[in-house]
């Protein structure tokens, strides 16, 4: 006669299945919050680029030249774009730098000068990339014998003519820059290393004394380029420089950096560009003086390797102060 209650047998297997049936539960309850936990997180996210994306747009829409006479827009790239606009209602333009923190910009200058009839200087820029260049510029300003016909500087990068400067419209001995003109030497940057040359005509011979003395030519090179930093977070930036002093300047140096966005995963272009007519601008030369349209495209998700699927956001904006009747 079998006597009532369990078996040592029948109480293990009781405890087992038990413990299976809690385990389960338990999974699907931390499946469950790490799923809420993650759709939290992505509808945060949104909601930071989508109002990130309407303050760029108002923003945008506002550009306007620099307090220095600079153009509305000093940089329309895939990944950053950099614009004047008063952006904290002050009537003072301040420059704006919009860019994912892949996208690293720099600038540096130097100086040089000859004492010889007809002669040459250079300066050499090396060093500088972290990353993979996406684009260089250099601004050649001059000084010295440059007031007469067939007394000019002919500019060089690399071994290579880029241009001619001051051929009319300098001073003789001026003591101060002149004739700027601002060339691309991406091609030439792309090694990290650049030399340019500033070769004066034969005409070239009065000796001038402005900081250097006995100079018949002077040259600054103001060099800058962007470059893209592989392994960082795709984190969307805002730089913004406010003017100061009188004539009025943007100093890099007090740029103060604020987050956007922290999951921007744009694979296509954060910006384009486009022209009076609409059409798409993809020639890198003509982006600044045609540009009279925008397009913000923005790429957000908290986990790419996690549902739900990446949530787009796009926008249009026209400049209003470029704009073309």
Known sequence: MRKNGFTIIETLVTLF???????????????????????????????????????????????????????????????????????????????VRYYLAIMNSGNQSKDCFTQTTGGSCNAVFSGFLSGNLKSAQVKVSLEGDLNASGEFAEIYADGVKIGQQCPSGCTQCGGKWEGAQTYDVTDA???????????????????????????????????????????????????????????????????????????????PPLFEYYDKNGAKITSNSSILKDTKMMKLYMVVNYNPERAPEEYELESYVQLRNLKEE
Request: proline residues 4%; hydrophobic residues 35%.
């Open 17 to 95: 299945v038990f413990t299976l049936i809690w385990i389960a539960i338990m999974g699907s309850i931390v499946m469950i919050y790490k799923t809420q936990g993650y759709a939290y997180q992505q509808s945060l996210a949104i909601n930071e680029a989508r109002k990130g994306v309407e303050v760029m747009t108002k923003e945008i829409r506002s550009a306007r030249p620099g307090d220095n006479g600079a153009y509305p827009i000093e940089k329309a790239e895939d990944k950053q774009f950099i614009f004047y606009s008063d952006v904290d209602n002050d009537g003072k333009a301040e420059r």
């Open 189 to 267: 940057a792309k090694d990290g290393s650049i030399q340019f040359i500033a070769d004066g005509s034969s005409g070239v011979d009065t000796k001038c004394n402005w900081i250097n003395s006995n100079h018949t030519l002077k040259a600054l090179f103001e060099f800058s380029w962007t470059e893209e930093i592989p392994n960082l977070d795709n984190q969307l930036k805002k730089g913004v420089i406010k003017p100061v002093g009188s004539p009025v300047t943007y100093p890099s140096s007090q740029e103060k950096i604020t987050m956007v966005s922290a999951y921007v995963r744009n694979s």
